[in-house]
């Protein structure tokens, strides 16, 4: 690859058609071949640990819409739940400091007690939010794939999902370009790639962008706005179930293994 060349730490050196490049939102092979990232600081901290809970959560997961940031609680196993708690990093970083009785002080009138009493169940992590979008997806015998492409805010929980879609493509892509006999990293090929999932992943950076900025705010206009559309989501059943199929990552140019077909 350009701007890497040599060999493994243990001496080896290995040849592919091409590379994918699938090493998180700060991915050094990006940075290796050349491409740059827009990057947005949302200022943002995000607090992440397990909480078990009194009452059972029914496999449901909900989101508290709060002024900082939204606060996420995801079922798990058994009477737990995970939380993705989003401040300010000034704030976070002081809760964060705190020790978990005092912690639990600050998540109780957040979280409400519709679970039951709670208390700290795993291990406690910060990761501060940003979306960073790579300017290209692909370069010389070179893929990006999921968070090395592009990484969003979690609040509509769709990082992953864009991962898999990268993937799903990517393999058809290849797949179908291996049957035709041409080269795996050839730039025609890659270009098809980075068609399909550039539209796509650029939409997706600005709604979970526009999201953030609508919920994690206390403006009584911008509440009234989302108050309304919120209502009307859960009033006309067409509108919440187009939610629910994009949100599943059902809608647009579904690649084939998405769809549970065959490549
Ligand atoms: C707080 C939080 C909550 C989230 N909640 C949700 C959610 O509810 N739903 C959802 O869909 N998404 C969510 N996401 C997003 C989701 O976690 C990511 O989109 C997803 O993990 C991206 O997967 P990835 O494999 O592309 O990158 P990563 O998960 O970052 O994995 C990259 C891997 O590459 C490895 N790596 C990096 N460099 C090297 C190297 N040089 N050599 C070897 N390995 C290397 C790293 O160690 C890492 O294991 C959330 C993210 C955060 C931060």
Known sequence: MPGAPGPLEDGREMAAPLLVGADGRRSGTAAR???KRRV???GQTALVCAIGHEKPHQGCAYQIFLPPGPLAILPLTGNRSSIVWSETTE?????QALDDEAYLEVLRPRFGDFLGEIHIAGARYTYPLNMT???????ERLALAGDAARGVHPIA???LNAGLRDVAALAEVLVEAARRGEDLGWPLVLD???????????????????????FSNDNPLLRLGRDIGLGLANALPGLRRGFMREAAGMTGDVPRLLQGRPL
């Open 40 to 42: 947005t600081d949302y």
């Open 133 to 139: 979008l790579a300017e290209s997806f692909t370069a």
């Open 33 to 35: 071949a050349g491409i």
């Open 157 to 159: 929980g769709q990082g």
């Open 192 to 214: 098809r790639y980075a068609q399909w999932r550039r539209f796509d992943s650029a939409t997706l950076a600005l709604a979970t962008d526009g999201f953030n900025r609508l």
């Open 91 to 95: 704030q976070a970083a002081a809760i």
